[in-house]
């Protein structure tokens, strides 16, 4: 195996998850799994595949893409008009992060 029980301890818990051993040994596995896969993808040669800038495909006008209208930005006083604690023209949240 390529991950270890290590990295991914550090991984749940960059994540704030607090795992099993039974879950870091499945995570461990899977985790494992997607690493193979990429490996096998980085073996493919795409030498002869030019770039996309675009997944679809030339389209023209019948590109599923709306157009890209500029907008006046929203505003801070209608943002927080709807907010359940505004306070000094930011969104109060209750603190979740306990480290």
């Known amino acids: 195996m390529k991950i270890t ?30 690493l193979e896969h990429m490996d096998r993808l980085n073996e493919v040669d795409t030498s002869g595949v030019e770039p996309m800038t675009q997944v679809l495909f030339e389209a023209g006008e019948t590109a599923t893409l709306r157009a890209d209208v500029p907008v006046a930005p929203l505003g801070n006083q209608a943002a927080l008009a709807n907010a359940p604690q505004p306070g000094a023209g930011y969104f109060k949240v209750p603190k979740v992060i306990e480290r």
Not at 5 to 18: F, H, I, M, P
């Open 5 to 34: 029980e290590k990295e991914v301890r550090y991984v749940a818990g960059l994540a704030n998850l607090t795992l099993t051993d039974g879950e870091i040994g499945k995570l461990r596995t899977d985790l494992d799994g997607i």
